[in-house]
């Protein structure tokens, strides 16, 4: 059920349906607390929200998650996102390293295609 409930929220959020998709996020993680996707999602809301700490620490968690599984394209992401709560909080040197993860990342195995996904997502489409 969490991985329906993680793409729901996530089609939440695209939709502007923040507090759904927290919701949504957090019902994914009482059926499965390990779910770097589910937290991802509702630390993108959070950020939306204009939360930024509680969207770092969501996406700190989901970051370690993602490594801790071998899901590199999750652990892109949430840096990605992390770096833009950097951003909000003014940690302008934690931004720096959070996108630098991403471009490591990159110059590993990462496909493109996942790369012009977060761009998607970091532009907003």
């Known amino acids: 059920m969490a991985p329906v409930l993680t793409t729901r929220g996530c089609a939440h959020r695209k939709l502007g349906n923040l507090r759904e998709a927290v919701c949504d996020a957090d019902e994914a993680l009482r059926s499965f607390p390990s779910c770097a996707e589910a937290f991802v999602v509702r630390g993108q809301a959070q950020l939306d929200l204009g939360d930024a700490v509680n969207a770092m620490a969501d996406l700190a968690k989901a ?63």
Do not use: M
């Open 63 to 125: 970051i370690e998650l993602s490594h801790a599984q071998g899901a590199r394209f999750a652990a892109s992401t949430a840096y990605a996102a992390k770096a833009d709560a950097c951003v909000t909080l003014q940690c302008y040197d934690q931004a720096v390293n959070d996108c630098d993860e991403v471009v490591q990342d990159r110059q590993g195995d990462l496909p493109l295609s996942s790369l012009s996904i977060l761009w998607q997502w970091r532009s907003g489409a």
